[in-house]
Nanobody, 132 residues
Framework: QVQLVDTGGGLVQAGDSLRLSCAAS?????????????MGWWRQAPGKEREFVAA????????LYEDSVKGRFTISRDNAKNTGYLQMDSLKPEDTAVYYC????????????????????WGNGTLVTVSS
């Protein structure tokens, strides 16, 4: 199985930056590893449902962002290191949430459906708290 470990969260002030990391290990029963999956970041604020934040195709050729984070967050990945990232700039109090990375096997670079797919693997989550 593929295991994902999310790190990098913390307590910051509005306007600050954080970079989250998603470290992958292991392989799926199919033999696929991290670089065989599209990767996404999701978040869940207190009392709210989990929501999609951003996604990146397996090769990094395409990305997708939720509207409220466009221009502030950047998703990336380093397949050689089996690690994905979410650079978060200009943080706002409404970004406060537990952030989770997830992997989904898809074969198209068109990520428009990614937020609606059932993820194959989930990370453990990392808490981001943004104070005003």
């Amino acid at each position: 199985q593929v295991q994902l470990v999310d790190t990098g969260g913390g307590l910051v002030q509005a306007g600050d930056s954080l970079r989250l990391s998603c470290a992958a290990s292991g392989r799926a029963p199919s033999g696929r590893t991290f670089n065989g999956y599209a990767m996404g970041w999701w978040r869940q604020a207190p009392g709210k449902e989990r929501e999609f934040v951003a996604a990146i195709f397996a090769t990094g050729d395409s990305t997708l962002y939720e509207d409220s984070v466009k221009g502030r967050f950047t998703i990336s990945r380093d397949n050689a290191k089996n690690t994905g990232y979410l650079q978060m700039d200009s943080l706002k109090p409404e970004d406060t949430a537990v952030y989770y990375c997830a992997l989904k096997r898809i074969i198209t670079t068109d990520l428009v459906g990614f937020p609606y797919f059932t993820m194959d693997y989930w990370g453990n989550g990392t808490l981001v708290t943004v104070s005003s």
